[in-house]
């Protein structure tokens, strides 16, 4: 039914003046788990940095569903690489999950008990519940990467971007997660199915 979740078109980015990313071009179809891999410094952050409108663009376009992605209304789930993530923040892991839920509430709402149900069975989904009232600090690197998969999880999004969801954790998580992106390709595949 008409237009990709996300289309990139000759995007360039450039920091202080000096390009990185030179005209990258690709697109992502309904349903499709989709790997961005190059060597560090490569400019794949930057490249989903851009596509979420987090940095400017020298030039190129980015489209969502057919439009900007700051004019939809969709949700988009972002777990950013771990080292960005300022990890003293005094909130413990179910709190971390539970700003997922923000997206969905609004402004003036609050969270009740079938958004924190929602984000505990999202920590469940990556074996994180028995440290849902750890603080992020004090959990390990790969515990930490779990809590901000689960965040997104708990968005609900149409669409989602990872930057190295995969570093630090464990090979028994790793299959574990995988397995949960095959879950949700299949949903987003089901729902595209059954509307076009
Ligand atoms: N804030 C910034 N200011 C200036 N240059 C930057 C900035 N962020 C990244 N760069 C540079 O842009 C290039 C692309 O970086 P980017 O982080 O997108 O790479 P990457 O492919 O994600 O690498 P990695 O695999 O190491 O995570 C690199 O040369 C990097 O040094």
């Given at each position: 039914?008409?237009?990709?979740?996300?289309?990139?078109?000759?995007?360039?980015?450039?920091?202080?003046?000096?390009?990185?990313?030179?005209?990258?071009?690709?697109?992502?179809?309904?349903?499709?788990?989709?790997?961005?891999?190059?060597?560090?410094?490569?400019?794949?952050?930057?490249?989903?940095?851009?596509?979420?409108?987090l940095?400017?663009?020298?030039?190129?376009?980015?489209?969502?569903?057919?439009?900007?992605?700051?004019?939809?209304?969709?949700?988009?789930?972002y777990v950013p690489q771990r080292e960005s993530v300022d990890w003293d923040f005094p909130t413990n892991a179910?709190d971390v999950?539970?700003m997922?839920?923000?997206?969905?509430?609004?402004?003036?709402?609050?969270?009740?008990?079938?958004?924190?149900?929602?984000?505990?069975?999202?920590?469940?989904?990556?074996?994180?519940?028995?440290?849902?009232?750890?603080q992020i600090s004090q959990l390990?690197g790969?515990?930490q990467q779990?809590v901000f998969?689960?965040r997104?999880?708990?968005?609900?999004?149409?669409?989602?971007?990872?930057?190295?969801?995969?570093?630090?954790?464990?090979?028994?998580?790793?299959?574990?997660?995988?397995?949960?992106?095959?879950?949700?390709?299949?949903?987003?595949?089901?729902?595209?199915?059954?509307?076009?």
């Amino acid at each position: 039914m008409g237009h990709s979740p996300l289309v990139v078109r000759d995007l360039s980015v450039a920091y202080q003046k000096k390009p990185v990313l030179f005209d990258a071009s690709f697109e992502v179809p309904e349903g499709k788990l989709i790997g961005i891999i190059g060597p560090n410094g490569a400019g794949k952050s930057t490249l989903i940095k851009a596509a979420l409108g987090l940095i400017p663009k020298l030039k190129g376009e980015v489209l969502v569903y057919g439009k900007p992605y700051k004019q939809q209304l969709l949700k988009v789930g972002y777990v950013p690489q771990r080292e960005s993530v300022d990890w003293d923040f005094p909130t413990n892991a179910l709190d971390v999950v539970m700003m997922g839920r923000y997206g969905r509430l609004g402004w003036f709402k609050r969270p009740g008990a079938a958004d924190r149900m929602a984000a505990m069975e999202c920590l469940d989904k990556v074996g994180m519940s028995p440290y849902a009232d750890r603080q992020i600090s004090q959990l390990s690197g790969g515990q930490q990467q779990r809590v901000f998969l689960a965040r997104a999880l708990a968005q609900d999004a149409q669409l989602y971007f990872m930057d190295e969801p995969f570093v630090g954790v464990d090979a028994a998580t790793e299959k574990a997660i995988i397995s949960l992106l095959n879950d949700l390709k299949r949903q987003r595949k089901n729902r595209a199915g059954g509307s076009s």
